[in-house]
């Protein structure tokens, strides 16, 4: 869909462009906008590279461990199948402490060697166990308490407080992740008892 859609907004742009004499305007924004673009990467790759080795040397000593217990209740109520997997209860605790220091760059590869696990676990390779379906929902409305990501972004761009988001996110992430998990549980329920009739 998307190789339709922003061909076809390429080909409206240089057309107005055309039509109406602003070829000028549009040679220099496409430069001005590549320049924002890799000044926007430089500020971003050194947050990453900074929370990414972060994470990197928690994973080599007892904090991963010590988060992993606090987070212990919260998986096993929402990984019921796995409360005797310890392997992959790790693997899901350190997607969730990446996404909750709002680290997407990090949580993607940890997000996707626990989702390799969960499969190899998984009785039907066809069909998306709960567990899995529940990661997913967890991955999608993550809870954020630093939005390392977002705030880099606006500090990059200038703003006048790049922290001031903290809240707000806060608000949005908690209310997503509670709505999701709630429905996810449900629906759960719901085809449970489907397959028991």
């Known amino acids: 869909m998307l190789n339709i859609v922003w061909p076809f907004f390429i080909i409206i742009s240089f057309s107005y462009a055309i039509f109406f004499g602003n070829l000028e305007s549009l040679n220099s924004s496409i430069f001005e906008s590549t320049e924002s673009v890799i000044q926007l990467c430089l500020s971003l790759l050194g947050t ?6 972060i994470m990197k040397i928690a ?5 991963i461990n010590k988060l992993s217990n606090i987070l212990k209740p919260i998986i096993q109520f929402l990984f019921p199948e796995l409360k005797n997997n310890k392997k992959i209860q790790k693997q899901i605790s350190m997607n969730m402490i990446a996404n909750i220091l709002g680290l997407g760059n990090a949580a993607t590869p940890l997000g996707l060697k626990a989702m390799k696990s969960m499969q190899e676990e998984n009785s039907n390779k066809e ?5 899995m379906m529940m ?3 967890i991955n999608t409305a993550s809870i954020q308490i630093i939005p ?11 703003s006048n407080n790049p922290t001031s988001i903290v809240f707000p996110v806060w608000i949005a992430t908690i209310c997503a992740a509670i709505s999701a998990v709630i429905s996810t549980k449900i629906l759960i329920k719901f085809t449970k008892k489907e397959k028991d009739k």
């Open 148 to 158: 390392t990501t977002v705030i880099a972004i606006r500090n990059s761009l200038e």
């Open 135 to 137: 990661f997913i929902v």
């Open 127 to 131: 069909v998306l166990s709960n567990s």
């Open 59 to 63: 994973s080599e000593t007892n904090m």
């Open 48 to 53: 990453i590279c900074l929370w990414n080795g």
